[in-house]
Nanobody, 126 residues
């Protein structure tokens, strides 16, 4: 499974961005998909997760109410809609997939997650 993340950019505080994570030729029907981010000098942290089959979602407290994770089965793509962006959201954002993690546990499974996309940079200026 090869994941392709895109959609990052430079925006101002309060703006919105939508990140995409596509996997051409793959199916995620039994997977949990997650978005993570890593700021300079910090560890990679969990942002949001979605169970593909059920559509159930889970968010980090820091983004709850501002970010929305969703999936489009026809396009085999997971999205992260980011609204009301803050400078502290600045980071490289990564998507990941795993067949055995749940939406609640994927945040702790980072070392063993088998599939990662290349990061996409999000920079929020104040």
């Amino acid at each position: 499974v090869q994941l392709q993340a895109s959609g990052g950019g430079l925006v101002q505080a309060g703006d919105s961005l939508r990140l995409s994570c596509a996997a051409p030729g793959s199916t995620f029907s039994t997977y949990t998909m997650g978005w993570f981010r890593q700021a300079p000098g910090k560890e990679r942290e969990f942002v949001a997760a979605i169970r593909w089959s059920a559509g159930s979602t889970y968010y980090a407290d820091s983004v709850k109410g501002r970010f929305t994770i969703s999936r489009d089965s026809a396009k085999n793509t997971v999205y992260l809609q980011m609204n009301s962006l803050k400078p502290e959201d600045t980071a490289v954002y990564y998507c990941a997939a795993d067949g055995s993690s749940t939406i609640a546990t994927i945040r702790w499974d980072v070392p063993r997650l088998p599939y990662w996309g290349k990061g996409t940079q999000v920079t929020v200026s104040s």
